[in-house]
């Protein structure tokens, strides 16, 4: 076994690997970037080694630097994780020449799939069902739509070299296909360096079902289950369970065969996953086979008790696979949820900003958070937005579900977007819970999905009101006891006036309104009470503040909720949900200028890719303007309405910041 490694990775893949290093007793190294000289797993790693400037390019792809600071600490072997460089057979390459130990698959296995048109042609050979579809080398634009054409629309165009969703694209009509391949190409080329295209044939309403396969370099392969990866947005999953519901025993059985077939078929060995789309009348076909380990290998860890990590390293090390397929067994069920920085109400916009509060669900046998960030750090343009994987076992899918919903009740962030809310009622809505699962579902429920209150703007308010108060109230006591005077009357907060009502007037900003509560404390003691005019509704509240944490009494309804503040903005948290809101300043009557509107904007930080409109040329309503990319995905700026772009004021390669302007935009009369 090794004695020390290097993870040439970031964030949460990287600290994983971490605990099932050092819980084996191997020492770690970590490489990290500018960006990343604070991070925790840098903080985590026994030894780490500085590799370059923010941007990917410049540090974690750069092969050379990685293996410099594997032969400067002494690392025997290196993990790439997912991402980056796990998928990049000239870098197993290079590693074999430097004698360093690749933790994953030979370089002829990722070379075989790394092309997904290749891969295909292998899987066929091996008698490996597929979808119908174009994977030749002709990448004749005109032959690409013929192909598309001759299937029959929708057809999903994909990246020969991608993964995890980039450089692909579904094309439901031949008027759109160009302008989709060029959105895909640039996505592509951006991503892996290659804008090559297959296309196929679009299923409708598939499955998305993958195979986990562990294979050693003694004959041995086993399948370690599988996983329901169903549930996506932008074709990258949000959700993965496993076991999949609703397989019999012969389905799994087969999906399993075919899957340790397929990675024999290339001489595989290590932690490999092979993805197929199941079809609602039990029909599977061959999609991909990704190379290394999955975003979602916990589930399967849940299930079977075993460590995929562990697995992997003694697989590196010439071991032998710890079980045969008859001792690997499969207990209970397991859900993963992703939770990244993003605006689900804004197409899954990704968001930057810092972790302004950060509260986790506690772990325990039955709940488990994968994470590479801590409360303060900041979620950059550089990398993914992920934040952290919720992870849940139970003894069957109910129980797990339940949990699931409990887990993300009791995740608490503030400082930016999070889809946390989103995934939240994905976890309780009916169809999810029926287990109606298909790579549609988020587009076909989104009346149960987004946008979803879980309660009243009056309840929202008189909670808001009573955090106020009772918050007044204590700076005015820690005032008081600071005082010579502590009974003086300019530390009393009870809105004492003489012959009249205790009232208090507070100016709130809630859900993109300026709204007025008028507070009359009733009582005082320990739980003072006050009732809140609220819309036009008398609301009593009573309460008590410790810390950051709210035990409310609304009409003799008790609820505990945390309250985190940051930059100005109070976020609310309880079982329900969350909501935001803020205490508005007096008016002084001077306004901030706005600048001026109507001309588009970036959504966040970005690089401009590409300019698509020509300065004085009309053009219709919702034709693409300019590309730019941001957190590894692309994002297309349209026109609102007819008009003329008159300047642009950015060209290809430059940083944009978010909310700046990028073009000058006429209207059309």
């Not at 997912?82 to 130990?101: H, K, M, P, Q, T």
């Not at 940051?566 to 200028?593: I, K, N, W």
């Amino acid at each position: 076994m090794f004695n020390k490694i290097l993870i040439a990775n970031r964030g949460e893949i990287a600290c994983r690997i971490m605990r099932s290093a050092h819980a084996m007793g191997i020492s770690t190294v970590a490489v990290y970037s500018d960006a990343d000289r604070n991070a925790l797993h840098v903080t985590m790693a026994d030894e780490a080694v500085a590799i370059g400037p923010a941007p990917a390019r410049e540090s974690y792809l750069c092969a050379d630097k990685v293996l410099e600071a594997a032969r400067r600490t002494g690392a025997e072997a290196i993990h790439p994780g997912y991402g980056f460089l796990s998928e990049n057979a000239d870098f197993c390459r290079a590693c074999e020449a430097a004698g360093i130990v690749f933790i994953g698959p030979p370089t002829a296995a990722i070379e075989a799939m790394g092309s997904k048109s290749a891969a295909k042609n292998i899987m066929s050979q091996a008698q490996v069902p597929l979808v119908p579809g174009y994977h030749g080398e002709d990448q004749d634009p005109a032959v690409l739509q013929q192909h598309a054409d001759d299937m029959g629309y929708p057809v999903l165009l994909k990246a020969v070299a991608g993964g995890g969703g980039k450089g692909m694209r579904q094309v439901w009509e031949a008027e759109k296909f160009q302008e989709q391949l060029e959105a895909a190409q640039r996505e592509s080329q951006s991503s892996f360096g290659n804008s090559d295209m297959l296309v196929e044939k679009y299923l409708t309403q598939p499955r998305h079902v993958e195979i986990q396969v562990f294979c050693d370099a003694h004959g041995n392969a086993v399948y370690l289950s599988e996983r329901d990866c169903s549930v996506q947005r932008r074709h990258q999953k949000v959700i993965e369970e496993a076991p999949a519901p609703g397989l019999d025993a012969d389905l799994r059985q087969a999906m399993g065969e075919t899957a340790v077939q397929a990675a024999c078929a290339i001489d595989y060995r290590g932690a490999g996953t092979v993805e197929f789309l199941l079809d609602s009348d039990g029909a599977f076909y061959f999609m991909e086979m990704n190379t290394r380990l999955q975003v979602e290998h916990p589930v399967t860890e849940m299930i079977t008790g075993l460590d995929l990590v562990e697995w992997q390293l003694r697989i590196a090390a010439g071991e032998t696979l710890p079980l045969a397929q008859e001792q690997v067994t499969v207990n209970g069920h397991a859900f993963e949820a992703r939770i990244y920085a993003e605006d689900p109400d804004n197409d899954f916009m990704p968001a930057t900003g810092v972790l302004g509060f950060l509260q986790t669900p506690q772990e325990s046998a039955v709940l488990r958070v994968d994470t590479g960030v801590r409360q303060g750090d900041e979620v950059s343009i550089y990398y993914d937005p992920m934040i952290a994987k919720l992870i849940v076992w139970g003894e069957d899918r109910q129980q797990a579900l339940r949990l699931l919903a409990k887990g993300l009740s009791q995740y608490r962030v503030a400082g930016l977007s999070t889809n946390i809310d989103f995934l939240y009622n994905l976890s309780t809505c009916a169809p999810f819970a029926a287990a109606q699962l298909d790579t549609g579902f988020i587009d076909r429920h989104r009346d149960l999905l987004f946008d979803q209150a879980q309660t009243s703007q009056q309840e929202d308010l008189a909670l808001a009101s009573l955090y106020i108060l009772l918050r007044r109230r204590q700076q005015a006591r820690s005032r008081a006891s600071a005082h010579g005077d502590p009974w003086s009357p300019w530390h009393t907060t009870s809105g004492w006036r003489m012959n009249e009502p205790h009232l208090q007037r507070l100016a709130l900003y809630y859900r993109d309104q300026e709204l007025e509560v008028t507070a009359e404390q009733l009582s005082s003691g320990e739980s003072p009470v006050y009732r809140l005019h609220i819309d036009e509704h008398l609301v009593e509240v009573t309460g008590q503040l410790n810390g950051d944490e709210l035990l409310a009494d609304i009409d003799g309804f008790r609820q505990k909720i945390t309250v985190a503040k940051h930059d100005g903005v109070f976020s609310a948290y309880r079982s329900s949900g969350a909501f935001q809101f803020s205490l508005l300043a007096p008016d002084t009557g001077e306004a901030g200028d706005t600048g001026p509107g109507g001309n588009p904007r970036a959504p966040m930080n970005g690089t401009i890719v590409a300019l698509l409109a020509k300065p004085g040329v009309a053009v219709a309503a919702d034709t693409p303007l300019l590309v730019m990319e941001a957190m590894k995905m692309e994002h297309t700026i349209r026109a609102s309405t007819a008009g003329v772009v008159t300047e642009f004021y950015c060209q290809p390669g430059d940083l944009v910041d978010g909310n700046a302007e990028l073009l000058n935009f006429a209207p059309q009369e």
